[in-house]
């Protein structure tokens, strides 16, 4: 069981599944025109999405500059054992607190189960480990408002000299589940582990019932990819990990790489479904 925001009203996990049903109407009483000048349809609805687990270390600086853009947001606190919730609690920081670890694909499922529920038009994933930048949101929101489902904000396609780039090995990695991908789905997608993308309400309705629970991100592409979705990428600007630690480390690494290519490999040999539904 789970408890949204301050409110603590609570929710059911059923067969692991996130069940929100008719748990809150509104965690999100702000609702402000972002501070930037913008070249999208402002009335659309958009949500940031940050899961965070153990992230007690960042997770303020992350929501306050966000917040500060004008977003709306919610933390979706994934069962952490330090003070992320405590903070954002304090802080009056939106969130919905998991009681038990879900993994990152549990956790962003939620935010889109939430933002389904309160009919966000765009949802954007967003680290809470201080990498991504809120400046990039933008780029994101116009790509989806011009008309993809699923935009990925990528590292590698303009490479600044200040852009976090990974070590050396992750990007080998990186470039062979590109290549799986590809070799599956006909799409070429540059940074597939990238958990800076932003969805649209087709994409958000699918993701809400349908997502990866384990290392999810390029499983996630191969799945929209199949289902009809289309899909973009653009540059985005990232950062070093500003605190706390990686849940990938070298020895699974070698679980990682194996698992996501079997799962692709295995979404690819599904019957594609073209109309991006269920």
Not at 3 to 14: D, E, H, P, Q, S
Not at 36 to 45: A, E, G, Q
Not at 54 to 79: F, H, M, P, Q, W
Not at 84 to 89: D, H, S
Request: charged letters at 20%; aromatic letters at 8%.
């Amino acid at each position: 069981m789970f408890f949204v925001g301050t409110r603590k009203r609570f929710c059911l996990l059923i067969d692991g599944h996130i069940d929100l049903g008719t748990c809150y109407n509104q965690l999100i009483p702000r609702k402000v025109k972002p501070l930037i000048d913008s070249d999208w349809d402002t009335s659309l609805r958009v949500l940031i999405i940050i899961p965070a687990y153990n992230e007690e270390g960042t997770i303020l600086d992350v929501a306050t500059n966000v917040i500060s853009r004008g977003y709306d947001l919610v933390v979706v606190n994934d069962g952490s054992t330090d003070s992320t919730a405590a903070l954002c609690i304090e802080h009056n920081i939106p969130l919905l607190n998991l009681a038990n670890n879900l993994g990152i694909g549990g956790a962003v499922q939620t935010g889109y189960i939430y933002a389904q529920e309160n009919r966000y038009d765009i949802a954007i994933q967003f680290d809470a480990d201080g990498q991504h930048d809120a400046d990039s949101i933008q780029a994101l929101i116009m790509a989806v408002s011009g008309g993809a489902d699923v935009v990925i904000g990528s590292r590698f396609l303009e490479k600044p000299q200040d852009n976090f780039q990974t070590t050396t090995l992750r990007r080998l990695g990186i470039k062979w589940l590109s290549g799986v991908i590809r070799l599956v789905t006909g799409h070429r997608i540059y940074d597939v582990t990238s958990g800076f993308r932003a969805v649209g309400k087709r994409a958000i309705a699918f993701f809400s019932r349908n997502y990866p629970q384990d290392y999810p991100e390029p499983e996630a592409i191969t799945i929209a990819a199949k289902r009809g979705l289309v899909i973009e990428e653009v540059p985005v600007q990232m950062y070093e990990r500003q605190a706390g630690v990686s849940s990938i480390d070298a020895i699974s690494s070698v679980y990682y790489m194996i698992k996501v290519t079997l799962a692709i490999l295995i979404q690819g040999m599904s019957r594609p479904r073209r109309n991006g539904g269920r």
